[in-house]
């Protein structure tokens, strides 16, 4: 392995640590930390990186999941008694936090 090698192993293993680490630590987020580790060590290595097949595994891991997160997050609000204007400005205030939030 070469030096360049090494440190692409390194940043894709310590951004895909921050990921699983997201899985206990709230505000990180956890699978899209992982999945552009996977993309970006793909990007990096090339055809000698993970297959097409283990990428998009990856990608619809990752969309299952951030799916499940949010309506889990829906019903959880309608469990405990939010209205659809509640739900509503929920939504919207984090696409805009998504979107418009200072770094």
Do not use: N
Request: net charge neutral; hydrophobic share 55%; charged share 5%.
């Amino acid at each position: 392995m070469t030096t360049e090698q090494v440190i692409g192993m390194i940043l894709a293993l310590v951004v895909m640590s921050l990921g699983v680490a997201g899985s206990i630590l709230s505000g990180l987020p956890s699978t899209p930390l992982v999945l552009i580790a996977a993309v970006g060590h793909k990007l990096y290595f090339g055809p000698t990186g993970v297959g097409w097949m283990v990428m998009t595994l990856l990608v619809l891991f990752t969309a299952v999941s951030l799916l499940m997160d949010y309506l889990a997050t829906l019903v959880g609000a309608r469990q405990l008694g939010a209205t659809w204007r509640g739900t509503t400005g929920a939504v919207v205030g984090c696409l805009i936090g998504m979107f418009f939030s200072l770094p």
